[in-house]
């Protein structure tokens, strides 16, 4: 099962300084309090579970201002996440988006992504909008 969201808000940041942040992902904590160890701006790993890690990789597209991000579970292959971060420079600040992607092939997960799919995709896209604006501060 596939959940999709794409959001955009307005950041009354300078453009320049929230894509210095935007294109170091490693920093922004995309899935919220979990332990992370950091191997370079663009990788790190989530520690989500006693035996599961989640490994995430992102690329940068300088032309889009686009950092795309997969997201891949260590124990569970049909797990994985693929965000997408692009940035507008715009009158007054900039405009992000955020365009999330969840995938899952479990059947319990697939049952709560038919429940609660939306609250929980609005969820991380709200906490990774909150991360970039409190590193541009």
């Known amino acids: 099962m596939e959940k999709e969201k794409v959001i955009t808000k307005h950041l009354n940041i300078d453009a320049n300084k929230a894509w210095d942040v935007i294109k170091k992902p490693a920093f922004l904590a995309i899935h919220g309090d979990v332990k992370t160890t950091i191997v370079s701006d663009l990788e790190w790993i989530e520690h989500t579970g ?4 989640n490994r995430c ?4 597209d300088e032309a889009t ?3 795309s991000i997969q997201s891949e579970s260590s124990k569970y292959k049909s797990e994985h996440d693929a965000f997408k971060i692009s940035l507008k420079e715009v009158d007054g600040g900039c405009d992000v988006t955020i365009d999330f992607e969840l995938f899952t092939g479990a ?5 709560v992504m038919k429940v609660a799919g939306d609250k929980i ?3 991380s ?13």
Not at 50 to 53: G, I, K, S, T
Not at 130 to 136: G, L, P
Request: a positive charge; charged letters at 35%.
């Open 121 to 123: 995709v609005e969820s």
């Open 50 to 53: 006693e035996a599961v890690d």
């Open 107 to 111: 059947i319990a997960n697939i049952l």
């Open 57 to 60: 990789v992102a690329k940068i």
């Open 125 to 137: 896209i709200d906490k990774l909008f909150h991360h970039i604006e409190k590193k541009c501060k």
């Open 65 to 67: 201002k686009t950092v």
